[in-house]
Structures are given as structure tokens and as C-alpha cells.
């Protein structure tokens, strides 16, 4: 497999179902990233790791728990989550952070629904 | 802050019509420019980029400039198609201190036959 993948690609859950989003990028980068994208609203970014340290959380509820074990590995542990959380979760990878032009590689995205 | 501000949709054009989606940021530094594009249950892919003042980026028929001067990157294509439908992204992005890209809130282009 080539740049990033997720899976699943699409997810349906109860409110107290506890289920995860995992993406693994093939690129070699050091830096994950998790975006939330829902409709009518901009891209909010929600967790960043770096050399798997997490070097951002935006304020984002604890009910989202990432977890990053390497630097191609990363997942989006999720719980009792409220319908609202219904988005397409997209993850993304780059390189060192500050030594190239830090564009990103998205992976294609889990539609997530929660009931 | 950094910011990107993007053109509202959506844009609707014919074939073959000139597309042009205009960009415009603030940064504290010299950022690099990006434009991305979605298309439909797809994640996001770049487009171009340009790093300097004055660079064009370039790929599939799209450029963009990097004016320093009036702090725009305004995506151009000359002859749009049905399949350039999809949402475009305009970020910057700056090396050292805040790398993390600010993205635009995107611009949905349709094409019609």
C-alpha cells in the first residue's frame, strides 16, 4: 500500500458503543495529524503528533482519545460519542515539521455516523 | 494569527469556462502557499504549491502566484472540465514555529457539461 490509508472507511455507532478510526501512512513522515470535517464548517484540526508526541490538542473532547504507538501508526480512540460528532474524520501526515514545505498526504477519510 | 480567506461557493461553470478562486492570507512570517483539492468521498491531494514571492505553482492545467505584494494566491485555470468538480483548498503553511497549515474554508467548484 502507498500514502496514507484509513480505515474503516465508513463507521455507524450507538452513542455508547466504543469503537477506533486507525491510519497508517507508508511516506516515511514523521508528523500524524487528525482533522474533523464536517459539512458547512472549515477543516478543524484536532490532534497533532510529532516523533510521536503529541504537540497539539485543540480543545477537542475527552470522549476522542488519540494515540500514536510509531510514527506511522496513528488511532482515534472513540466514546460515547453524541450525534453531532457525525463527520468525516480525515488523517494526515507530513514531514519533519519546520525542514520542508509541510504540505500534507491525506488519507481518504472515515465517514462517521453516530446514532 | 495566521488566517486564509477564500472566495465563498459554490462556483458553477460550463465547460470549458476560465476558473478563477481567489485566496487571500495574513501570516507573521514568509509562509509557503498550497492549494488542495477534494473530490467527492476523497480525501484532501495537492494541487500546487509555491514557496517564495513570485513562484508559480503549476500542475493540471491550474496555476496559482504567490503575490507578496497584495498576499493573495489565486487559483486560475484556463478551460475548466466536469471532472474539475470538487472542492478547492486554499493554506499556507510556515517553517519553524507554527509549521501546522492554516487551511482556507474551502470553495466547491461545479462544472456542467
Known amino acids: 500500500e502507498t500514502g496514507v490509508t484509513q480505515t474503516p472507511r465508513h463507521l455507524v455507532m450507538g452513542m455508547t458503543n466504543k469503537k477506533s478510526l486507525k491510519c497508517e501512512q507508508h511516506l516515511g513522515h514523521n508528523a500524524m495529524y487528525w482533522y474533523k470535517q464536517s459539512a458547512k464548517k472549515p477543516l478543524e484540526l484536532m490532534f497533532v503528533?510529532?516523533?510521536?508526541?503529541?504537540?497539539e490538542n485543540n480543545s477537542v473532547p475527552s470522549r476522542f482519545s488519540p494515540e500514536c504507538p510509531n510514527s506511522s501508526h496513528l488511532f482515534l480512540h472513540l466514546h460515547t460519542l453524541q450525534p453531532e460528532d457525525s463527520a468525516l474524520y480525515l488523517c494526515?501526515?507530513?514531514?519533519?515539521?519546520?525542514?520542508?514545505?509541510?504540505?500534507?498526504?491525506f488519507g481518504p477519510g472515515t465517514r462517521l455516523t453516530v446514532l | 494569527g495566521n488566517s486564509v480567506t477564500q472566495m465563498e461557493g459554490p462556483v458553477t461553470l460550463s465547460e470549458e469556462a476560465f476558473l478563477t478562486i481567489n485566496c487571500t492570507y495574513t501570516?507573521?512570517?514568509?509562509?509557503?502557499l498550497f492549494w488542495y483539492v477534494q473530490y467527492p468521498g476523497e480525501g484532501l491531494q495537492l494541487l500546487l504549491k509555491?514557496?517564495?514571492?513570485?513562484d508559480k505553482g503549476s500542475n493540471k492545467g491550474f496555476e496559482a502566484t504567490y503575490r507578496k505584494e497584495t498576499t493573495s494566491f489565486h487559483l486560475e485555470k484556463g478551460s475548466v472540465q466536469v471532472s474539475d468538480s470538487a472542492v478547492y483548498f486554499c493554506?499556507?503553511?510556515?517553517?519553524?514555529?507554527?509549521?501546522?497549515?492554516?487551511f482556507g474554508r474551502g470553495t466547491s467548484l461545479i462544472v456542467h457539461p
Open positions: 494526515a501526515s507530513s514531514q519533519t515539521p519546520g525542514q520542508g514545505y509541510n504540505e500534507q498526504f
Open positions: 509555491a514557496t517564495k514571492a513570485d
Open positions: 493554506a499556507l503553511s510556515e517553517d519553524g514555529g507554527s509549521y501546522i497549515p492554516t
Open positions: 501570516a507573521t512570517g514568509y509562509p509557503s
Open positions: 503528533y510529532n516523533f510521536k508526541e503529541q504537540t
